[in-house]
């Protein structure tokens, strides 16, 4: 079974600044997906970025960035020039082609002051 | 509309009641998902299902039933609602998993579910 581990559960950071959040895994597979999802006060689950594991290179939306350490089982997201709409609670998970299914980290809130 | 719509936005009810949280989506997309989001343990999938008449289990599914008779439509039966299944109840989708698909989820705007 996988497990996804966000250790953080709020963080601040001052608009326009940069703030990375942090997200472990476990698994036991070789063949697999990570994404970063946000979730606004609106509650609509929305899809950051995503890596698929056998890529070495770091998947980049626009500001967000990811950092992708495999052997460490490491997954950060970073976000650059933070804006007042990123303010919203985001997600790491996990996902196999085995059978689609996320494995869902607990979530960090995000707070971005202006 | 296209996408996946979730109906009731939100839901009283008693405990004891039975109550269903509808899902439909007009992707055609093999799997299906139901999770709920309780505050300090993120999302849990409650049950998933690969294509229509297959669902199974995921970390969470006792007190839910599911059933799958079109590809669209994925509803989740709560039989006897307890308190401890007030939560937001997220219903997703996904293309097959395969070679070429990324597993990504998209989901439904969520459902309030309270149980007094």
């Known amino acids: 079974a996988q497990t996804v581990t966000q250790s953080q559960p709020e963080m601040s950071v001052q608009e326009a600044e940069t703030v990375t959040l942090s997200c472990t895994y476990d698994?036991?597979?070789?063949?697999?997906?990570l994404f970063w999802y946000k979730q606004p006060p609106s509650r609509q689950m929305i899809l950051v970025i995503r890596?698929?594991?056998?890529?070495?290179q770091n998947a980049t939306e626009n500001r967000f960035s990811v950092n992708f350490q495999k052997a460490a089982k490491s997954f950060s997201l970073k976000i650059s020039d933070s804006q007042l709409g990123d303010t919203a609670m985001y997600f790491c998970?996990?996902?196999?082609?085995?059978?689609?299914?996320?494995?869902f980290g607990k979530g960090i809130t995000l707070s971005v002051r202006p | 509309d296209a996408g996946i719509t979730q109906s009731p936005r939100y839901k009283i009810t008693e405990t004891g009641r039975q109550v269903t949280l509808m899902c439909h989506q007009t992707w055609s997309h093999s799997y299906m998902f139901w999770y709920r989001q309780d505050l300090g343990h993120g999302l849990r999938l409650i049950y998933y299902?690969?294509?229509?008449?297959?669902?199974d289990k995921g970390e969470v599914p006792d007190g839910y039933v599911v059933s799958r008779s079109k590809t669209e439509n994925f509803p989740l039966t709560l039989e006897s609602a307890t308190r401890s299944q007030t939560s937001v109840y997220f219903c997703?989708?996904?293309?097959?998993?395969?070679?070429?698909?990324?597993?990504?989820?998209?989901f439904g705007q969520g459902t309030r579910l309270t149980v007094v």
């Open positions: 997703a989708s996904s293309e097959s998993a395969g070679l070429g698909f990324s597993t990504e989820a998209f």
């Open positions: 998970a996990f996902g196999t082609r085995a059978n689609s299914k996320l494995t």
């Open positions: 299902s690969a294509a229509a008449d297959i669902t």
């Open positions: 890596q698929e594991a056998y890529k070495q």
């Open positions: 698994t036991s597979e070789s063949n697999y997906y």
